[in-house]
């Protein structure tokens, strides 16, 4: 049998139609994958890096189900930082940034989604945004902090439920850091499906607080038109912060320095806004 032969036996006649069919079932194959493992890949929790001890809290869920959290209180900030960490790290891994936060006059208030570090439960987007809910009520209803004081900042993956509370609730400000357009925009840069995970592009420019977008110039992992696509999106009052010499996982000391000194900025801008506004 030759080749042209063993070619038509295997595949078949060309036609349009074969074609259309072809990319049809392609296309329907992805978007089931999207559908029942995306979750699967936006989240990628590692071994626990800590142990539960006393400093660290757990917030009950609706299910049941606990998640763990760290409060740094800071005695003389004017603003608590709600901050969503990113993938594949846990409260003990981002303790030292944590640290740093809180050493630059700020109160700050982080957790672990659920499946991270000690959280109990499965990771998920929907989840994730429960998370935050959650987190955030326990400041306001249970610490009595004045949402108008709460900053809610977002890396990464974190960007996603950042951006939902701060479209959902009157927060005093959100930064978002290192993030996305959407989840999938990642991989695909285009929209393909009618869904998305964490879409922030959809909802940044309905968030009515000042906003802060941060993003390294030289990320290969969320590349920079990301944050660019985000900021021109937000509505005034807004900041950007565009980092040479950082990427995904990597700054260096002169963009640290300006990364702080921006956050910085960003706090007296939410400070004059409120004032202006009282």
Known sequence: MDKKTLRKYLIGEFSLRRLIRSIIFIYVCILIFAVIWSDHKIFLPQPASYNDSP????????????ISALYLVNPVAGYTVLYNHANAVDLGDIREFLDHYYSQGFS??????????????????????KNADTALK???????????HIIVHGRSVGGGPAVYLA???NIAGLIVESSFVTAFRV?????LFPFDKFPNINLIDKVNCPVLVIHGKDDETIPFWHGEKLFRKAKEPKMNCWLDDANHNYISA????KYWASISSFAKLISLEQENNF
């Open 55 to 66: 400093e660290i809290i757990k917030l009950k869920l609706n299910d049941e189900k606990s």
């Open 108 to 129: 700050v208030f982080s957790y672990d989604y659920n499946g991270y570090g000690t959280s109990e439960g499965k990771p998920t987007t929907q989840n994730a945004r």
């Open 138 to 148: 326990y400041l306001i209803e249970e610490k009595g902090i004045p949402i108008k």
């Open 167 to 169: 479209y959902k609730y």
């Open 187 to 191: 991989i695909t840069r285009i929209r």
């Open 254 to 257: 002169k963009a640290e320095m």
